[in-house]
């Protein structure tokens, strides 16, 4: 009985200090021309989040290595939604000033606070199943090949 005991304690602490696996997020972001964009019906490829703000220099120069992502990976089930923090005709400014291709959302609160955006640049790559596989915060070279090697790992 005591060993019944034992192990049904210690069965009970492994399952209460277990991590909670978060549901992918059902976004709904609206886009520079004024559509609703759903992460849903993104089902089924690599996504790429980019976190940024007009006013975020290293944003800026992450920018050109993203296009190069999207035009590298675009037509293989891979897309890269930037979500912009920052006012919608800054955002569209800023989208035509730097040629960017890639889908532009209107970023909120609720999903800065999910995907728990604390700094920006911060990218999140979520795998075909939409759960987070990669997160990087702040812009570097080195974090652009890292990057490139986890789209290529899930786009395998």
Request: hydrophobic share 40%; with cysteine.
């Amino acid at each position: 009985m005591r060993y019944l005991t034992v192990f049904l304690l210690i069965t009970f602490l492994f399952y209460c200090g277990g991590k909670r696996v978060r549901q992918p997020l059902d976004f709904q972001l609206e886009n520079l021309n004024g559509e609703q964009v759903n992460l849903k019906n993104h089902q089924g490829k690599v996504i790429l989040l980019d976190f940024w703000a007009t006013w975020c220099p290293p944003c800026r120069a992450a920018i050109p290595h993203l296009i190069n992502l999207y035009e590298k990976f675009g037509d293989r089930n891979f897309i890269i939604f930037g979500i912009g923090l920052d006012e919608k005709e800054l955002l569209i400014n800023m989208r035509d000033e730097m040629n960017i291709k890639y889908p532009i959302l209107i970023g909120n609160n609720e999903i800065a606070k999910y995907y728990q955006i604390q700094a920006i640049p911060t990218l999140v790559l979520l795998d075909k199943n939409g759960k987070i596989y990669y997160k990087e915060v702040g812009f570097s070279e080195e974090g652009v090949k890292k990057l490139e090697s986890k789209i290529s790992e899930l786009l395998e």
